[in-house]
């Protein structure tokens, strides 16, 4: 068990909706990543929360948001759903003081399927 | 633009014996590399990591090397074990560019007993 919580496992929509993915990091981790991992892939780099604050973008859809509570727990909003955003969606998180080695720590995943 | 590259989908070993797995890289500002292991239905675990500035890394039977010169790392497995039989992702850290892990597509290893 890493620590990290995600909601929800599974998650079965139509085209055109929108959803919400969350995420608890492990307790005391300021940082919060987001990940998506489509079939066979990799994991893509979604976007970073540190703190509440944006710190990194990577390849995130215009269509996609995400925000970091003053909690600490972190929500994805995905809209607009298209067929090719069926994907498992990891969130990570670290304490970047101690993170030295690099390490995140992974939840277990949303898997999402858009029909 | 693939920065983290691992060109083996799949490996198969013999419980037992050693297993490699290879991954190579292009930013030569990486500052540490990752190893993490992943089973179905389950996140990404934490394996190994070694910093730029090594060029070996041993946790009992995994030992990670680097090969700057080359942009190139490996994971070694001594012994195999069934257990071991997962997918395993190269993962780089360039820390000028903040925190995030860049990822390899993975290889599917198979240990057979």
């Known amino acids: 068990d890493s620590g990290v919580t995600q909601t929800p496992k599974h998650l079965i929509t139509a085209t055109g909706q929108r959803v919400t993915l969350r995420c608890s990091p492990r307790?005391?981790?300021?940082?919060v990543y987001w990940y998506q991992q489509s079939l066979d892939q990799g994991l893509q780099f979604l976007i970073q929360y540190y703190n509440g604050e944006e710190r990194a973008k990577g390849n995130i859809l215009e269509r996609f948001s995400a925000q970091q509570f003053p909690d600490l727990h972190s929500e994805l909003n995905l809209s607009s759903l298209e067929l090719g955003d069926s994907a498992l969606y990891f969130c990570a998180s670290s304490d970047l003081a101690g993170g030295h080695t690099g390490e995140l720590f992974f939840g277990e995943g949303s898997r999402l399927t858009v029909l | 633009d693939q920065q983290v590259k691992q060109n083996s989908p799949s490996l198969s070993v013999q419980e037992g014996r050693i297993s490699i797995l290879n991954c190579d890289y292009t930013?030569?500002?990486?500052?540490?590399f990752l190893w993490y292991k992943k089973y179905p239905a389950e996140g990404p675990t934490f394996l190994i990591s070694?910093?730029?500035?090594?060029d070996k890394n041993e946790d009992g039977r995994f030992t990670v090397f680097l090969n700057k010169s080359a942009k190139h790392l490996s994971l070694h497995i001594v012994p195999s074990q069934p257990g071991d039989s997962a997918v395993y992702f190269c993962a780089a850290r360039q820390k000028s560019s903040g925190d995030k892990l860049t990822f390899g597509t993975g290889t599917r290893l198979a240990v057979r007993p």
């Open positions: 930013n030569s500002m990486f500052d540490y």
């Open positions: 070694i910093s730029s500035i090594k």
């Open positions: 307790s005391g981790d300021l940082s």
